[in-house]
């Protein structure tokens, strides 16, 4: 018997159903975006196998299949759903006993539960820990009604081995076999179209007859300690590979804490409250003005950037030197390093790009995005995804999201340390005399144009294409020579809108600026004097540093590095270190913030935002400043437009002003007069991809 006195009882409100009281889980709080997978591992089920009833929304007939249950992918492609209820007194359940329909509470009809309707939408069930029918019920529907805002009706599922399968309208199931089927946590499973259609040809979405996953439910005597498991899952069975989460090893056996008996309860809280963090998120999507949209880059044409990009640097100057070459002495890399090198084979084997596994509350973004490219390979997948998959399938080899780390807050080590390290150290010199020349400009409003050009070109001192050892950055005569040529290297200059916008914000007492940060070392320190000056001047009061969650890009910088870098340059005492201190009290203060989404590590279009983060930044930000290659990439959704496209028809989606710092490291571009590329073609062969040449893009937000 499930231990039902571990659960503090707690009242729960739920529209029409007779209320006992219920476990005081957070299920009345989910996210309304929808969960992931909860199963047991190890269902000790009172029947040989089960199968999950799904009714197709528009199916009339409660006919189901129960060997394997086809739904129509088209319906269920972005959606959820759910199988089956807890126990459910079979009298009380008078809708269609197959359905699993989301309901709207304000359309009740007589033929359907109270709180009811069989207009279905996308299907959710939660199934009860409790065991009583009545109670259980109430659970289902209050954890559906708090994920969904729909009131739910769940109805009993038929134990499938006495399933006909004829496909007719199934009796609805006998009390004693209601009874039987005792369920105890939720299965939500995401679907998607398949592209390898079961035997009867029809590109449905199969949940699958011997599909472990789907269909089980819990009989009561769950023992306490058997913890939920946390399993997202591919789309569907033909992609399918289990993949472990947190508290569980990669064979599914409790670990850790989750052996050492954690109550029911507990596992399933921690199980359903890791579900909904693992859910998808829900993306608002923008369409750029400029049309026609160009496809996505790809990696398939030898001789372009992206080509020997995916297919060559990503091992040799990525993996082998930095990866590899930074990382072999330590001590966890042998545990690291299988994983590792079967990357590196898939990559040179140019192999299918697998869902994600392991810990982090990303995953399930990731394998949503992955799913939209199904077979896609590491050429031939959209380059942005394929790159930025790299580093966080270096991320999944290393588990940095290990012992509870989310974006660098536990002690893991960060592969990328020692490079990031030997690029700060290698710009100090540079550093000391830039900030002897600009101490006297923090506070002038009349320098924004300076210390936007010098975070603009502090981007060319990319670790991914000049290493720390080269020098290029440690000499501020290098620099100063970039800062005299910028007026010629910039093929667009929006300077003008973006200081006119900048006195505005003075004139309104300063503004909330979200800088989307790019790499760490020398860029950063630019990054921390543009900062610094924008709240100095009076235009911002706060800069939100947007961080990665997780090691990308070699050198892209994590909230550890910006608190890292400040207290470096703070130790001494010279111009870097007086500069870093008020730097450091500008952290202490909140006018320094850093904000790790785990968007900015994930190959989204920037028309593609989280709703939250849109919203966010929509309702807070006076501009958000965009720095680097990759991330103006994103901006136009890695497309090759015409690159005499206007910006600001490219970039006409942005929540708020939006202003692009970009140095050319890719072959793609736009807002560039045809004068300024031929120009630079005729004197730059690799003018697009070199990092020589800069653009300062703006646009305005898009609903201005
Ligand atoms: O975003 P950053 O750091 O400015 O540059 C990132 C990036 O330019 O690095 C690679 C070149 O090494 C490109 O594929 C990618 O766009």
């Not at 997948?381 to 974006?407: I, M």
């Not at 010098?454 to 000499?475: Q, Y």
């Not at 235009?539 to 890292?564: G, I, M, N, Q, Y």
């Amino acid at each position: 018997m499930l231990a039902v006195a571990a659960f503090n009882r707690a009242s729960v409100a739920s529209p029409g159903f007779r209320i006992g009281s219920l476990p005081s889980l957070a299920y009345t709080n989910f996210p309304s975006s929808n969960l992931t997978k909860v199963v047991p591992l190890r269902p000790s089920l009172p029947f040989a196998s089960s199968r999950c009833h799904v009714k197709p929304p528009l199916t009339a007939s409660p006919a189901m299949r129960s060997q394997t249950t086809l739904v129509p992918s088209g319906y269920f492609s972005s959606k959820y759903f759910a199988i089956w209820p807890g126990p459910v007194k079979v009298s009380e359940a008078r809708s269609s006993y197959w359905a699993y329909d989301a309901h709207n509470a304000a359309t009740a009809s007589g033929l359907t539960p109270v709180g009811a309707q069989t207009t279905s939408t996308s299907f959710w069930a939660a199934l009860s820990p409790l065991p009583g029918a009545a109670d259980a019920t109430a659970f289902c529907a209050a954890v559906m009604k708090s994920a969904t805002k729909l009131a739910w009706s769940v109805v009993p599922r038929r134990d499938a081995a006495t399933d006909d399968d004829a496909g007719t309208n199934a009796e609805a199931p006998s009390a004693a076999q209601a009874r039987r089927s005792r369920a105890a946590f939720i299965v939500i499973v995401p679907l998607a179209e398949t592209s390898n259609p079961t035997s009867n040809a029809s590109p449905w979405a199969e949940i699958g007859a011997d599909d472990a996953d789907a269909g089980f439910c819990l009989s009561e005597s769950v023992p306490v300690e058997q913890p939920a498991a946390l399993v997202t899952r591919p789309n569907n069975r033909y992609q399918q590979r289990r993949a472990t989460t947190p508290g569980l090893s990669s064979s599914g056996e409790a670990t850790g804490r989750a052996r050492r008996g954690m109550h029911t309860s507990q596992a399933l809280l921690a199980a359903i409250t890791g579900a909904a963090a693992m859910a998808p998120t829900k993306i608002r999507s923008a369409t750029p003005k400029f049309a026609p949209m160009p496809a996505m880059l790809t990696s398939t044409v030898p001789g372009t950037w992206a080509h020997d990009t995916m297919s060559r640097r990503v091992v040799e100057d990525i993996l082998d030197k930095v990866v590899y070459g930074d990382n072999s002495d330590a001590a966890w890399f042998s545990e690291a390093k299988p994983s590792l090198d079967a990357l590196r084979a898939e990559i040179l084997a140019d192999a299918e790009l697998r869902p994600i596994e392991g810990a982090g509350e990303d995953v399930a973004d990731w394998n949503a995005l992955l799913a939209k490219y199904p077979g896609g390979t590491w050429l031939s997948a959209p380059w942005l995804v394929a790159e930025f998959y790299l580093y966080r399938r270096v991320a999944e080899a290393t588990q940095w999201f290990r012992d509870g780390n989310t974006r660098g807050e536990q002690n893991i080590e960060d592969v990328f340390a020692k490079s990031k390290q030997a690029g700060l150290a290698s710009a100090t010199t540079t550093l000391e005399a830039l900030a002897a020349r600009t101490v006297e400009l923090v506070c002038d409003a009349k320098a924004s144009a300076f210390f936007l050009s010098l975070a603009l070109w502090g981007n060319r001192m990319d670790l991914s294409l000049w290493p720390a050892d080269a020098g290029v950055a440690s000499s501020s005569e290098a620099f100063d020579q970039v800062l005299a040529s910028s007026s010629e290297q910039l093929l667009a200059d929006d300077t003008e809108q973006v200081t006119q916008l900048l006195d505005t914000l003075r004139a309104k007492g300063g503004g909330v600026i979200d800088l989307v940060v790019d790499n760490a070392g020398f860029e950063l320190c630019t990054d921390l004097l543009l900062a610094d000056h924008l709240v100095g001047s009076g235009a911002a009061k706060c800069v939100r540093f947007r961080v990665k969650h997780h090691p990308t890009f070699v050198s892209d910088a994590l909230e550890r590095d910006v608190d890292a870098h400040i207290a470096e340059l703070a130790k001494g005492d010279g111009a870097a270190a007086s500069v870093a201190k008020r730097w450091g009290e500008r952290r202490a203060s909140g006018e320094f913030a850093c904000v790790a989404d785990t968007y900015w590590a994930m190959p989204y279009a920037l028309w593609d935002v989280p709703e939250t983060l849109y919203d966010h930044l929509r309702d807070s930000s006076s501009l958000i400043i965009v720095k680097g290659d990759a991330n103006y990439r994103r901006a136009l959704g890695d497309r090759p437009w015409p690159l005499d496209a206007p910006f600001a028809d490219v970039c006409s989606y942005a929540p708020a002003p939006l202003l692009c710092l970009r140095t050319l490291k890719a072959e793609l571009g736009c807002g560039m007069a045809k004068q300024g590329t031929d120009r630079a073609a005729s004197s730059d062969e690799t003018w697009l991809t070199d990092g020589r040449w800069g653009v300062v893009h703006f646009s305005p937000a898009a609903d201005e």
